[in-house]
């Protein structure tokens, strides 16, 4: 059983809301704000109980302490922007110490305190007591609105929920689980997912959990070369896990006996090499051996975008072609429009299938899209998450 934000009291409480404002930053600006976007409502909504606010979180991967290049200062500048002048958003030097502690006891109800990047402290990572200590006594309730680190076991995460009293999940955390959550508990049929991305070895588990549940599988990206060499097609210098063809052996077999239809490229957009300027069509399932397969052809879109708008129930996780190069884009362009003019309940995994969501201007139209890049992947094969946990048990 998991509270949320709107079941606890609020007012003239001092409110610890960890955030996932681990945005891209351009020349010291916030080039993508999305994730902060994403946890306004559990913001605005601590801010209209009259709550004294603290949000914290972690941004990039700060080798060794503090890094001016990974300050939150630039999220708390954006924060502040899209809250408005009636709302003052506090910058801290630090996110734990006696300076910190002040200003988080000084704060009145509706003012908002952003502690500096949790990651300048090795002690978050290792889940400290002692550091998850010093955090939970900057305030009276905890709130976890941060899906997108669910995943892991951190002191902001796991171990500082032992010292406060009382906790929840914020309105983001309750949006990804009720959208997440039915895809592996009752997902309205027929259910279909496109799984894109590198490797075999990365979806492997998704594969694993979601095949009982699905009517068909579309494969995509490079590790649909490995599947497709596993079946004895040839696939040119298209990139290849050599070690895994018995493993993509055993999932087409698996898919056989589960009754689910795992559908692969039947053509191909090739070129020589990944910096190739000039896309070749390939119309055949098989790749030329001066060729190395890059996307999905116009056949296999086609096949795709009927399968996706037959369906109730549409999960897209990995592009299936290197998307972020123009020649290469089509392929995932033609399974977002395909999602966009679906009648079903549509979501998008994270990471580089959100990336791509965004980049097409398509995101309006889709039903959900994970904020949580490794936290869905982690969620999708069945996994349970700490930080999940942690609020559950508490």
Known sequence: MIRYIDELELSGKRVFIRVDFNVPLDNGRVSDDTRIREALPSISHALHNNA?????????????????????????????????????????????GDGVIKMANELGPGQVLMLENLRFHPEEEANDMGFAKQL?????????????????????????????????????????????????????????????????????????????????????????????KAQGVEIGKSRLEEDKLALASQVLQAAKRSGVELMLPIDHICATSMDAAQPIAVQTQAIPENLMGLDIGPKTQQLYRQCILEAKTVLWNGPVGLFERAPFASGSKAVALAMADAKAQTIIGGGDSAAAVNLFGLASPMSHISTGGGASLEFLEGKGLPGIKALETA
Do not use: W
């Not at 700060?62 to 500048?77: I, N, Q, R, T, V």
């Not at 951190?154 to 983001?172: D, P, R």
């Not at 990804?176 to 991305?197: D, N, R, T």
């Open 136 to 228: 939970a006594a900057l305030c009276d309730l905890y709130v976890n609105d941060a899906f997108g680190t669910a995943h892991r076991a951190h002191a902001s995460t796991v171990g500082m929920l032992s010292f406060v009293k009382e906790k929840a999940a914020g309105f983001l955390l309750r949006k990804e689980l009720q959208f997440l959550g039915p895809l592996l508990a009752s997902p309205e049929k027929p259910f279909v997912a496109i799984l894109g991305g590198a490797k075999v070895s990365d979806k492997i588990k998704v594969i694993e959990n979601l095949l009982p549940r699905l009517e068909k599988l579309l494969v995509g990206g490079a590790m649909a070369y490995t599947f497709l």
């Open 52 to 96: 004294k606010l603290i949000l914290a979180s972690h941004l990039g991967r700060p080798k060794k302490g503090a890094d001016p290049k990974l300050s939150m200062e630039p999220a708390a500048k954006r924060l502040s922007e899209l809250l408005g002048k009636d709302t003052e958003v506090l910058q801290a030097d630090d996110c734990v």
